[in-house]
T-cell receptor
Framework: AQSVAQPEDQVNVAEGNPLTVKCTYS??????LFWYVQYPNRGLQFLLK??????LVKGSYGFEAEFNKSQTSFHLKKPSALVSDSALYFC??????????????FGPGTRLSVLP | DGGITQSPKYLFRKEGQNVTLSCEQN?????MYWYRQDPGQGLRLIYY???????QKGDIAEGYSVSREKKESFPLTVTSAQKNPTAFYLC??????????????FGEGSRLTVL
């Protein structure tokens, strides 16, 4: 069965410093990987996805993520954090082994706090 | 603008009552989903639908029911059989691509509190 782990419940970073939010996954086939952000009492917003091709994926609001197949990881990164980046971040995977995976599996979320 | 509208945003219910959460989308997406969010547990799939008049149970369907009579609408009923219904409920939709590359688009959520 597919699964997603986000090993850190909370990440604190100073404004202007680079940030990393970690994600590792387990699937039986080729993974399709996604990052979402959630602000308090709001729905999730799509940031970026990896389907195939270049391992470095660029997304919204200056975020990027690096796919590493050997380490089964898909870490979210940003070169310079903003206070407004403070939110809850979710990694999700879709297992395409069945060629039409219907279910997204979400990680438990990582709360990012960017300190001024 | 295109998007997903969930209502109501906040809902209070007495024990033993059924409640229905509305989800409407104008994105022309075929697939729609209901998720439940509890603190520290990520999102868990309740039901999903790939096409009108068809839907499938997710991981935690017990105590919930859905219908898909129109492409745009996917209401969720939380029944009295759901033992712990207090949660944040999220509706989502996606293009039902065969290759599975479509991402999910989410509504703003409905927070249900059982008194």
């Amino acid at each position: 069965a597919q699964s997603v782990a986000q090993p850190e419940d909370q990440v604190n970073v100073a404004e202007g410093n680079p940030l990393t939010v970690k994600c590792t996954y387990s699937v039986s086939g080729n993974p399709y990987l996604f990052w979402y952000v959630q602000y308090p009492n709001r729905g999730l917003q799509f940031l970026l996805k990896y389907i195939t091709g270049d391992n470095l994926v660029k997304g919204s609001y200056g975020f990027e993520a690096e796919f590493n197949k050997s380490q089964t990881s898909f870490h979210l990164k940003k070169p310079s954090a903003l206070v407004s980046d403070s939110a809850l971040y979710f990694c999700a995977v879709r297992d395409m082994k069945d060629n039409y995976g219907q279910n997204f599996v979400f990680g438990p979320g990582t709360r990012l706090s960017v300190l001024p | 603008d295109g998007g997903i509208t969930q209502s109501p945003k906040y809902l209070f219910r007495k024990e033993g009552q059924n409640v229905t959460l509305s989800c409407e989308q104008n994105l022309n997406h075929d697939a729609m989903y209901w998720y439940r969010q509890d603190p520290g547990q990520g999102l868990r799939l309740i039901y999903y639908s790939q096409i009108v008049n068809d839907f499938q149970k997710g991981d935690i369907a017990e105590g919930y029911s859905v219908s898909r009579e129109k492409k745009e609408s996917f209401p969720l009923t939380v029944t009295s059989a759901q033992k712990n219904p207090t949660a944040f409920y999220l509706c989502a939709s996606s293009i039902a691509r065969q290759d599975g590359t479509g991402e999910l688009f989410f509504g703003e959520g409905s927070r249900l509190t059982v008194l």
